[in-house]
């Protein structure tokens, strides 16, 4: 139900901006978590739909930016002044319900997930 792209080549320094689309609905939250290679799934961003609330990893917060996309229901990921340690496979997820500030971050709050899109930083 998510379909995630946007993920590509980009010098250090360049951005990207990620998308990511619901195939027939809004959710209450969204989020972005990222897994680069031997390491673990981790939170990147999140967003809870009605208020607007969003939440960022130290990793990238003042570099990034999610934001809703009304025409699509859903979210965009937009990363500024990008970094080598920020490759990835990006993944796009999602919650039906608004998920609570004490589970926002976390992978087992979502329950819809996209195919993920890679992004690559040359340095």
């Known amino acids: 139900q998510l379909q995630a792209s946007g993920g590509g080549l980009v010098q250090a320094g360049g951005s990207l901006r990620l998308s990511c689309a619901a195939s027939?609905?809004?959710?209450?939250?969204y989020a972005w978590f990222r897994q680069a290679p031997g390491k673990e799934r981790e939170f990147v961003s999140a967003?809870?739909?009605?208020?607007?609330?969003?939440y960022y990893a130290d990793s990238v917060k003042g570099r990034s930016t999610i934001s809703r996309d009304n025409a699509e229901k859903g979210v965009y990921l937009q990363m500024n002044s990008l970094k080598p340690e920020d490759a990835a496979v990006y993944y796009c997820a999602a919650k039906t319900t608004r998920p609570i500030l004490s589970a926002v971050r976390s992978r087992d709050a979502y329950t819809y997930w996209g195919q993920g899109t890679l992004v690559t930083v040359s340095s």
């Open positions: 027939d609905r809004t959710f209450g939250g």
């Open positions: 967003i809870r739909w009605s208020e607007r609330s969003t």
